[in-house]
């Protein structure tokens, strides 16, 4: 038995620095430190971070004033900063610098006077942030989401020769290509961003399970379910014909799994950590003594993002 271990796998450069501001945050100010929604969808990550005092809250009114509150690597929409800035919080800002450009490309179409359509996942608060740029003044111009090919073959929009299509970061490249597909067959004069809206991680991860699925009898993603990247990476192996898992931990494992298995493929999604993966492997060594651990080769990474300069600056008193 083989584990091949896809690359790259696990934390991108956006979750790196989004758990970094809240760990900066925590060793720099008194609690509390509040935390709206999951800083990034991983359960492990999560609990790691509460258990160092942060607190995660779906919405502002469940902070008192004058309170620090850290915005997720999902970001938020407009309305959320005007009550936080009311509210008179201290926002240190975790939003992924890619979603951010997305949102800067939401902005520019609302003030063209374009209408714009979203292709994201309904609910997702990546989407609800993106949506929540849009600024309905002069009721000429409007914001639509997308999901699917089917909802692209069928919305209806006020401007089909003055729009244009922006797109959710983590999607699936094979979904997203379909959609887009459809949407300029309907819209011939539809404009898009000069470069894909999919994050690098997003995209190279998806290449690296595809490589990986072509080489394995079974791929395990270690990913949390609420997370849109690793659901993304489980879909795209099944779709190459291997059966996929989407796991959160070595817990899950189920040895049932690995009878006449000869090659597991073992990947993460882009808000997992790499120790999560490291219990898995050592979860199958455990189960099947004989397996060899393989890293196949992959897109290298070397993307950083910088921390608020509030927190690069800061010293704690």
Same mark, same amino acid.
């Given at each position: 038995?083989?584990?091949?271990?896809?690359?790259?796998?696990?934390?991108?450069?956006?979750?790196?620095?989004?758990?970094?501001?809240?760990?900066?945050?925590?060793?720099?100010?008194?609690?509390?430190?509040?935390?709206? =929604?999951?800083?990034?969808?991983?359960?492990?990550?999560?609990?790691?971070?509460?258990?160092?005092?942060?607190?995660?809250?779906?919405?502002?009114?469940?902070?008192?004033?004058?309170?620090?509150?850290?915005?997720?690597?999902?970001?938020?929409?407009?309305?959320?900063?005007?009550?936080?800035?009311?509210?008179?919080?201290?926002?240190?800002?975790?939003?992924?610098?890619?979603?951010?450009?997305?949102?800067?490309?939401?902005?520019?179409?609302?003030?063209?006077?374009?209408?714009?359509?979203?292709?994201? =996942?309904?609910?997702?608060?990546?989407? $609800?942030?993106?949506?929540?740029?849009?600024?309905?003044?002069?009721?000429?111009?409007?914001?639509?989401?997308?999901?699917?090919?089917?909802?692209?073959?069928?919305? $209806?929009?006020?401007?089909? $020769?003055?729009?244009?299509?922006?797109?959710?970061?983590?999607?699936?490249?094979?979904?997203?290509?379909?959609?887009?597909?459809?949407?300029?067959?309907?819209?011939?004069?539809?404009?898009?961003?000069? =470069?894909?809206?999919?994050?690098?991680?997003?995209?190279?991860?998806?290449?690296?399970?595809?490589?990986?699925?072509?080489?394995?009898?079974?791929?395990?993603?270690?990913?949390?379910?609420?997370?849109?990247?690793?659901?993304?990476?489980?879909?795209?192996?099944?779709?190459?014909?291997?059966?996929?898992?989407?796991?959160?931990?070595?817990?899950?494992?189920?040895?049932?799994?690995?009878?006449?298995?000869?090659?597991?493929?073992?990947?993460?999604?882009?808000?997992?950590?790499?120790?999560?993966?490291?219990?898995?492997?050592?979860?199958?060594?455990?189960?099947?003594?004989?397996?060899?651990?393989?890293?196949?080769?992959? $897109?290298?990474?070397?993307?950083?993002?910088?921390?608020?300069?509030?927190?690069?600056?800061?010293?704690?008193?």
């Amino acid at each position: 038995m083989n584990i091949l271990l896809a690359n790259p796998r696990g934390f991108c450069a956006g979750v790196d620095r989004a758990i970094d501001i809240v760990n900066r945050a925590l060793d720099l100010f008194d609690p509390p430190i509040y935390v709206r =929604h999951e800083v990034v969808h991983n359960q492990f990550v999560v609990d790691t971070l509460r258990n160092r005092g942060a607190i995660f809250v779906e919405e502002l009114d469940e902070i008192p004033d004058d309170n620090i509150v850290i915005f997720s690597a999902h970001g938020v929409s407009k309305a959320v900063r005007k009550e936080a800035d009311r509210r008179q919080l201290k926002v240190f800002d975790a939003t992924c610098p890619l979603v951010t450009k997305v949102h800067m490309e939401v902005i520019r179409y609302c003030k063209s006077g374009q209408d714009l359509i979203l292709i994201g =996942h309904h609910g997702h608060p990546e989407v $609800e942030g993106t949506l929540g740029q849009w600024d309905r003044l002069n009721g000429q111009s409007d914001i639509y989401l997308v999901d699917s090919v089917e909802e692209a073959a069928q919305v $209806e929009i006020k401007q089909p $020769e003055h729009v244009a299509y922006a797109t959710q970061t983590t999607l699936s490249l094979d979904d997203t290509k379909d959609i887009i597909y459809e949407l300029r067959r309907r819209f011939p004069k539809i404009k898009g961003p000069k =470069h894909d809206d999919i994050c690098y991680a997003t995209q190279n991860r998806q290449m690296a399970v595809r490589d990986l699925a072509s080489q394995c009898d079974l791929v395990l993603v270690v990913g949390s379910v609420n997370s849109s990247n690793s659901n993304r990476l489980a879909e795209l192996a099944e779709r190459q014909g291997v059966k996929s898992f989407l796991i959160d931990g070595a817990k899950d494992i189920d040895d049932a799994w690995f009878e006449g298995v000869s090659n597991i493929g073992l990947t993460a999604g882009a808000s997992a950590p790499e120790k999560l993966v490291r219990d898995v492997i050592e979860k199958i060594q455990q189960l099947h003594p004989e397996a060899q651990l393989k890293d196949l080769a992959g $897109e290298p990474e070397n993307m950083v993002f910088a921390l608020p300069k509030e927190l690069r600056l800061v010293h704690k008193n």
